[in-house]
């Protein structure tokens, strides 16, 4: 008797490969998620790949799902020859610009991601640094950390706190701008979006005012960056923008690097006008000589803002659920639609 699906005969049970990293695969798969899979589909030997070698490509002629992740190579012509029955790619990662070929969309093959299941971490990240760095709790703790005092005189330098009645600024409306506009409802600020392609009204709707760009940078005591990173938007934020930024405003990148000019950032830090909490750099790694490291002002993070260790299994059950809803002939509602990914991360 053939493989089922929850006992249902009538429907062969598809056939499906894991491509990610060891490390990936052991990240985002425990045994529950492991055994939910296998009610789904059947696994081949090797379950999971890597490189694409002789042996995988041999098994992909059977293949009806690849399920990608961290870890995982472009989807190229010889990948795609070897998979004539190849009905959908289902990446347990946010960006598929790097792992999708113009040959996936011509063949009409499903792509779906975990983009949505990843800003949630991102924007939950970036509330946290938010309500930090407006309270100035980061420079509290280092006055009091290296004066002992609790309340000397040091505490006048300062800068009043921009809290209650502070000025957000969010560049980009995107999965992650949208969460973070969300979270920040219930804590009095005033929330500013910089976004061509936002909609006016979806931005009124989350309680945020639609700006230019050159304007949220003025006016913002935090500029948090959500864009993608595309030719359009590299150096976006450019030395003439980062210098109109208020004095000890604060800049939070947790989208890409080159969004930012690195160099503008760091000498305004230095000059103590401003602060910024970077936990993505270009490039990325950091050399281990860069002048961010140690930088007054300068807080970096190590690329830690997306999923992590249990948050990376939201990935899977996104993933999974996406991939039950294909078995069962539905349409996945994390779908990757090709003509935005010129405008999306």
Not at 50 to 69: H, K, M, N, S, W
Not at 85 to 108: M, P
Not at 152 to 181: E, M, P, Q
Not at 201 to 212: I, N, P, S, T
């Amino acid at each position: 008797m053939a493989d089922t699906v929850d006992g249902d005969t009538s429907r062969q049970r598809r056939h499906a490969l894991l491509v990610m990293s060891a490390r990936t695969h052991a990240d985002l798969f425990d045994d529950s998620r492991v055994a939910r899979l296998r009610s789904l589909v059947t696994l081949g030997d090797p379950a999971r790949v890597d490189v694409f070698d002789r042996r995988a490509l041999a098994q992909l002629a059977q293949v009806e799902y690849l399920i990608t992740g961290w870890g995982a190579p472009r989807l190229g012509s010889e990948v795609l020859r070897a998979a004539p029955r190849l009905r959908a790619i289902l990446h347990t990662g946010g960006s598929v610009k790097n792992l999708v070929t113009d040959e996936v969309w011509e063949r009409g093959i499903v792509v779906t991601s975990a983009a949505e299941a990843n800003a949630i971490p991102v924007a939950e990240f970036t509330l946290a640094m938010i309500l930090l760095e407006a309270k100035r709790v980061p420079e509290y703790i280092a006055g009091y950390a290296s004066t002992r005092d609790v309340a000397g005189d040091w505490r006048d330098g300062i800068a009043s706190a921009a809290t209650f009645g502070g000025v957000v600024g969010l560049v980009g409306f995107s999965r992650v701008g949208r969460r973070v506009a969300a979270l920040l409802a219930p804590f009095g600020f005033d929330v500013l979006v910089a976004d061509p392609y936002a909609a006016p009204d979806e931005v009124r709707a989350a309680g945020a005012h639609l700006v230019e760009l050159d304007a949220l940078m003025r006016r913002s005591d935090i500029v948090s960056v959500h864009a993608p990173e595309l030719p359009s938007t590299r150096r976006l934020l450019n030395a003439p923008r980062i210098a109109s930024m208020r004095p000890n405003a604060v800049l939070i990148n947790t989208a890409r690097g080159s969004l930012i000019d690195t160099g503008a950032v760091l000498e305004r830090c230095r000059q103590g006008l401003l602060r910024a909490v970077l936990d993505v750099t270009d490039p990325e790694p950091l050399p281990a000589d860069s002048p961010l490291f140690g930088a007054p002002g300068v807080v970096l993070t190590p690329h830690i803002a997306g999923a992590m260790h249990a948050e990376t299994l939201r990935l899977t059950d996104s993933t999974l659920d996406g991939l039950e809803t294909l078995v069962r002939g539905g349409a996945p509602a994390n779908l990757v639609d090709r003509s935005m990914l010129g405008l999306s991360a």
